[in-house]
T-cell receptor, first 115, second 113 residues
């Protein structure tokens, strides 16, 4: 079974500062995908960034970047120049590269950006 | 615009009643999913369907039922057998290409009164 662990239930960051959210996972698979989703107070799940396990290069989307360490099974999210709109719950998710493409989610990290 | 529509946004159920949550997508996605979200527990998979007229149980299927008669629709019924149904329910879909991940609906908040 796949498990995804987010060890930081809550975090806060000052506006314009940088924050890193941690995620580790456990799998015996070699091919898979990793995602970060954002859930603001509206509760709409929004894709932030995704990473293919076979790619060594870390994914980047504007102010969001990941540090993907395959051997360590770690997938952290770095948010640069934090903005008030970044306040949300962030979920790390794992998807196997096999049929069924089911997501396995972490328990989430609640991030608050402080003005 | 393409997307996933969940209705209703809020739903109240009396104990002992069955209720059905609607999920419709116009993205032409093959696979659809139902997740339950509880505080501190992340999202847990209830049921999923990869093709019409076929579906599989997820991790917490007991007390729930689904159907997939049309590609666009994947309704979830919360039966009276579900002991603790109060939760936030999310529907999602994916085109089947693994990399794209999920597109989510806006969710339904179910409360037992």
């Amino acid at each position: 079974a796949q498990t995804v662990t987010q060890s930081q239930p809550e975090m806060s960051v000052q506006e314009a500062e940088t924050v890193t959210l941690s995620c580790t996972y456990d799998t015996s698979e070699n091919n898979y995908y990793l995602f970060w989703y954002k859930q603001p107070p509206s509760r709409q799940m929004i894709l932030v960034i995704r990473q293919e396990a076979y790619k060594q290069q870390n994914a980047t989307e504007n102010r969001f970047s990941v540090n993907f360490q395959k051997a360590a099974k770690s997938f952290s999210l770095k948010i640069s120049d934090s903005q008030l709109g970044d306040t949300a719950m962030y979920f790390c998710a794992f998807m196997k590269h096999v049929s069924g493409n089911q997501f396995y989610f972490g328990t989430g990290t609640s991030l608050t950006v402080i003005p | 615009d393409g997307g996933i529509t969940q209705s209703p946004k809020y739903l109240f159920r009396k104990e002992g009643q069955n209720v059905t949550l609607s999920c419709e997508q116009n993205l032409n996605h093959d696979a659809m999913y139902w997740y339950r979200q509880d505080p501190g527990q992340g999202l847990r998979l209830i049921y999923y369907s990869q093709i019409v007229n076929d579906f599989q149980k997820g991790d917490i299927a007991e007390g729930y039922s689904v159907s997939r008669e049309k590609k666009e629709s994947f309704p979830l019924t919360v039966t009276s057998a579900q002991k603790n149904p109060t939760a936030f329910y999310l529907c999602a879909s994916t085109p089947g290409q693994f990399f794209y991940g999920y597109t989510f609906g806006s969710g339904t908040r179910l409360t037992v009164v």
